[in-house]
C-alpha cells in the first residue's frame, strides 16, 4: 500500500499490554489506508542524556527520530504508572526534544484504560511533552476507548468490533487531519 505514514507508539514494554494491542490491531485495521509503522524499539534506546545528543545519536535514537520524521502523523497509546508517563517512554520523548521531526506534526493518542480518569495524569503530561516540542496535537483524534482483558484475543489483538471500531475510528480522524492539511 502506497499512502500516508502513520507512525504507531505503544508507551508499555509489557507482554501482553492492552495498549500494544490497541496499537497492533490499528495497524491491522489501517492496512488498506495507510502505510504503518509500529515503534518497538523502545526498550532499547539509552536513558537520555544531553551530552550524548550532544555528540553522536546512538543508533536506536537516529532510527527512532528518522521515523518520526518519515511519518505523516503518529498515533501513541500508554499507559499511566503512578498518576504520569511510563519513565520509559517519557525517555523516548525526551529524546525527541532535541530534534525538529515531531515539529508540526500531527500527533493523537488513545487511553485504552477501564476508567479514563486512571490515566488523566499521563496524558495531561503527554500533552504538556507534546506541546513542548512543538507536536500539532489532534484533539478530535485523542480518544478514550477501554480495551479489557476480555477484548483480547490469542493473537494479542484486540477482538471486540466495537472496540476495533472505535480504534480505527481515531486513527482515521488523525490520517483526515493529515489529508485536509495537504489539500
Not at 477501564?114 to 499521563?122: D, I, L, Y
Not at 484475543?153 to 488523525?174: I, K, P, Y
Request: hydrophobic share 45%; aromatic share 4%.
Amino acid at each position: 500500500m502506497t499512502g500516508p505514514q502513520l507512525l504507531l507508539i505503544s508507551g508499555s514494554l509489557r507482554d501482553g499490554s492492552s495498549n500494544s494491542a490497541a496499537i497492533r490491531t490499528v495497524a491491522a485495521q489501517l492496512e488498506s489506508d495507510a502505510d504503518v509503522t509500529v515503534y518497538a524499539e523502545m526498550g532499547l534506546l539509552p536513558h537520555f542524556n544531553p551530552d550524548v545528543e550532544a555528540t553522536a545519536l546512538p543508533d536506536v535514537v537516529a532510527c527512532l527520530r528518522r521515523n518520526i520524521d518519515d511519518a505523516v502523523a503518529v498515533l501513541i497509546c500508554t499507559p499511566e504508572y503512578a498518576g504520569a508517563l511510563p519513565g520509559s517512554f517519557k525517555n523516548l520523548l525526551d529524546w525527541t526534544v532535541g530534534g525538529m521531526e515531531i515539529v508540526d506534526k500531527p500527533v493523537a493518542w488513545i487511553n485504552v484504560s477501564a476508567n479514563a480518569t486512571n490515566a488523566a495524569g499521563a496524558h495531561a503530561s503527554l500533552e504538556t511533552v507534546l506541546n513542548y516540542t512543538g507536536a500539532d496535537i489532534v484533539h478530535d483524534a485523542c480518544r478514550h476507548v477501554p480495551v479489557a482483558a476480555a477484548d483480547l484475543s490469542s493473537d494479542g489483538l484486540v477482538s471486540t468490533s466495537a472496540v476495533v471500531d472505535e480504534l480505527r475510528s481515531a486513527a482515521l480522524t488523525l490520517l483526515e487531519r493529515v489529508r485536509q492539511e495537504r489539500a
